[in-house]
C-alpha cells in the first residue's frame, strides 16, 4: 500500500516563526500536493509539484511556499507565521497517469499563536 | 463561479439503512469524480471513483452514480455500518496536469444504533 508520511502530527508555533512541514511518500508518484482544511470549507489546494524542483500554485497559495528537492519529499513552508494559518494541513501524492486518486496522509494540525 | 458542493452538512441513518450522499458540480468540463472518506484524526481514504464516460460505477458496499445531465454525483452506501461514520468528500478533476482535485465541503454522515 502507498505510505504518505507527515512528519508531525501536531505543532504549535508563534507567530512570525518559520515552519516546516515535510511529507514523505514510499511509491515514487510524481505528483504531490499540499491542501489546508477548515471546517466548512473542505480541502483546499495550496501547492503542487509534478517533479523535482517542480511546483505550481494552487488555489490558495499566499504565505505558503514549497520545495521538492527530492522525488519522495515535498515540504511545506510557512516563512512568517500568522494566526489565520491555523489549520489542519493534508499531503498527498499520486502517479504520472491522468486522472488518478490521490493518497493522504494523516494530516497535521497547526496552531499558530 | 464554478463550484464542488454538497446538499446536506449532516446525514443521520439507522444502522442497516442505506446511506445517500450527494454532490453538486457546476463545470462540465469535469471528466473524473471521486470520493473519499475522512474519519476523525485521519487523512481522506479513498472510496471509488468514476470517469465522465460512465453513469454508475459499484465497489463493495458503494455505488456512485454520476448524473452529467444536471451535473450531479451521489455515494450510495448499502447496509449502513457504524464503521461507516465519518466525513464525505467528493471531488472532481478539471482537467489540465498533475490531477489537480477540487473538494467539496463535506458531509458529516452518522450512523445511529
Known amino acids: 500500500d502507498v505510505k504518505v508520511t507527515q512528519s508531525s502530527r501536531y505543532l504549535v508555533k508563534r507567530t512570525g516563526e518559520k515552519v516546516f512541514l515535510e511529507c514523505v511518500q514510499d511509491m515514487d508518484h510524481e505528483n504531490m500536493f499540499w491542501y489546508r482544511q477548515d471546517p466548512g470549507l473542505g480541502l483546499r489546494l495550496i501547492y503542487f509539484?509534478?517533479?523535482?524542483?517542480?511546483?505550481e500554485k494552487g488555489d490558495i497559495p499566499e504565505g505558503y511556499s514549497v520545495s521538492r528537492e527530492k522525488k519522495e519529499r515535498f515540504s511545506l513552508i510557512l516563512e512568517s507565521a500568522s494566526t489565520n494559518q491555523t489549520s489542519m494541513y493534508l499531503c498527498?501524492?499520486?502517479?504520472?497517469?491522468?486522472?488518478?486518486?490521490?493518497?493522504f496522509g494523516s494530516g497535521t494540525q497547526l496552531s499558530v499563536l | 463561479g464554478e463550484s464542488v458542493g454538497l446538499h446536506l452538512p449532516t446525514l443521520s441513518v439507522q444502522e442497516g439503512d442505506n446511506s445517500i450522499i450527494n454532490c453538486a458540480y457546476s463545470?462540465?468540463?469535469?471528466?473524473?469524480f471521486i470520493w473519499y472518506k475522512q474519519e476523525s484524526g485521519k487523512g481522506p481514504q479513498f472510496i471509488i471513483d468514476i470517469r465522465s464516460n460512465m453513469d454508475k460505477r459499484q465497489g463493495q458496499r458503494v455505488t456512485v452514480l454520476l448524473n452529467k445531465t444536471v451535473k450531479h454525483l451521489s455515494l450510495q452506501i448499502a447496509a449502513t455500518q457504524p464503521g461507516d461514520s465519518a466525513v464525505y468528500f467528493c471531488?472532481?478533476?478539471?482537467?489540465?496536469?498533475?490531477?489537480?482535485?477540487?473538494f467539496g465541503t463535506g458531509t458529516q454522515l452518522k450512523v445511529e444504533l
Open positions: 471531488a472532481e478533476s478539471r482537467g489540465g496536469g498533475g490531477n489537480k482535485l477540487t
Open positions: 463545470n462540465s468540463a469535469s471528466d473524473y
Open positions: 498527498a501524492s499520486s502517479s504520472g497517469q491522468a486522472n488518478e486518486k490521490l493518497f
Open positions: 509539484s509534478y517533479d523535482v524542483k517542480m511546483k
